[in-house]
Every structure is written in C-alpha cells, then in structure tokens.
C-alpha cells in the first residue's frame, strides 16, 4: 500500500451488497483462498455484533418507542435497520452477513485471539455518523427522511426482483449513482453517511499500513466494504490526508442535534414569581 503509508504491498478492496448472499461467498471465498496480514472490515465497535449474529431479531413496537424517546438519531439507525430486515428476510439473508463471513473464515484459519488480531473494524462509530447526518438536514428534511426510510421499508419488490437488483448495484457503479440520486434531494446524506465514511475509512487503512513500515515482506491487507465505498475510498487513498489525526478528529466532531419537540423542556420564568 503506498499513498503516505511507506509500506511495500497492496491493498485488496472487496465491493458488496450488504444483503447479498452473493457478496457472502464472494468475501469467503476470497478469504480462505489468500492469506491476508489483515483483514479490515466496514464495521465499528458498536456494531461489532454483526460479526458473530446467526440471526437478527425483528423490530418490534417497544424498539420504536425507545428510539423515539432516545432521540432522532437513534430514531433514523432504527428505520434504516427496518429498511435492511425487510430487505433481507426476502431475500434470506441477515444485513452485514458478509462480516460475519469474514471472521468466520479468519476464526477458520486462526485461534480466536490471534483472528481478533488480524481482524480490524475501521468505521466511523455510527452514532456519530447518524449524529452528524441529522444536524446537517432541516425539520422538513427530516420528516421527508423518516417518511421515505419507512415506506421504503414497506413497500420493497418481491424477492425475485430485489435480489435482481442487489446483484446488479453490487456488480455495477449503479450503487454509487443510487446513493447520488439521494444526494439531490438531501446532500447532507451523501456527505455523511458516504463521503465522510470513505475518507475516515482510507486514513484508517493507511494508519493501519504505516503499523507494517518495518515488515520484511511485502503486506497484504484485504478490505470488505460497501460497493458503493469503494470509488471513494480510492480517490483518498491516493491522496495526501495528513495529518492524520487532524482529520479524524474534524469528522469525529459531534454536533448536538436538536431534540425532538417532546424532549425540550419547558423554559424557566426568570425571576420568582410576583404576589
């Protein structure tokens, strides 16, 4: 990998529909056919459980509720997993399943502690991604994402046809142009949950390259990421991002997003009350 890590080697990117059974095969296959110094998977800490889930338990009522009263981020993470679970369970396959493919294959080929070690999670942590998402959009765009992540959740086409269509965005750049199309009606998403993530994501893997600078041997590191990452993760891998931490810091920083009316609380009358 070059671009700023000084390492001799190359950086392997595998492009995927995350509810694509396809795509699953795909990473194993890959995985158990070529060893990798490191495996570098589209997930952070607070989805780590991907990894290790056989199954994912349906939304319920009481999940709604929750998310509403923890506030709008937390509201738009619940609707978009809605989104995935409905997509998945027509086409049989659980959202993210092809990390768990991943680290099955690194559990195949290692000891638990040394898969841990050779398997690095290199997302930015997705409350702050949501956290930036929703201060970006205003009151309307809000309520216009909500309602869109939810119909779109109900109204999805039957299983023939979806995975149709997962196969070709996975195999096409017509993920990329979906993702853009969004972008026309709310910019601030695309910046978001794509371009920040991608930029985050390639400073991590060139963080995580710089780590081989002694190694005797060119270094293999293989990357399983969204299709839809992938373009943009190169564009920043050939570029200078130093320094580094600068720029993890600035997409790191966590705006407070304005509460949903029920949460603010009433104003205090200033002074105390006249008799």
Known sequence: PGSGAGVSGELVLIGTAHISRESVEDVKRYLTENDADMVLLELCDQRRSVMEMSERPPTSMEDVMR????????????????????????????????????????????????????????????????????????????????????????????????????????????????????????????????????????????????????????VRLVAVVGAGHMAGIAKHWATDQSPWQARVNHLQELPVPEPWPWQRRPPHPPGGVES
Not at 103 to 111: E, G, I, Q, R, T
Not at 115 to 122: E, F, G, W, Y
Not at 139 to 164: D, F, H, I, Y
Not at 210 to 215: H, R, W
């Open 67 to 218: 998310a509403l009263k923890t506030g709008p981020s937390a509201t738009v993470g619940l609707l978009y997993a809605f989104f995935l679970e409905t997509a998945s369970s027509s086409l049989e396959v659980i959202p993210g399943a092809e990390f768990k493919g991943a680290w099955d294959v690194m559990l195949s080929k290692y000891p638990p502690a040394e898969a841990v070690r050779h398997t690095l999670l290199i997302d930015r942590p997705v409350n702050i991604t949501l956290t930036r998402l929703w201060a970006g959009l205003s009151r309307w765009q809000q309520a216009q994402l909500l309602w869109t992540l939810l119909v779109s959740g109900l109204a999805l086409p039957k299983a023939g046809e979806l995975n149709r269509m997962v196969e070709e965005l996975k195999c096409s750049d017509a993920l990329t142009e979906l993702v853009r199309e969004l972008g026309e009606t709310w910019p601030w998403c695309v910046e978001a949950l794509i371009s920040e993530r991608d930029e985050y994501m390639s400073i991590m893997m060139k963080s995580i390259a710089s780590s081989f600078s002694n190694s005797p041997r060119p």
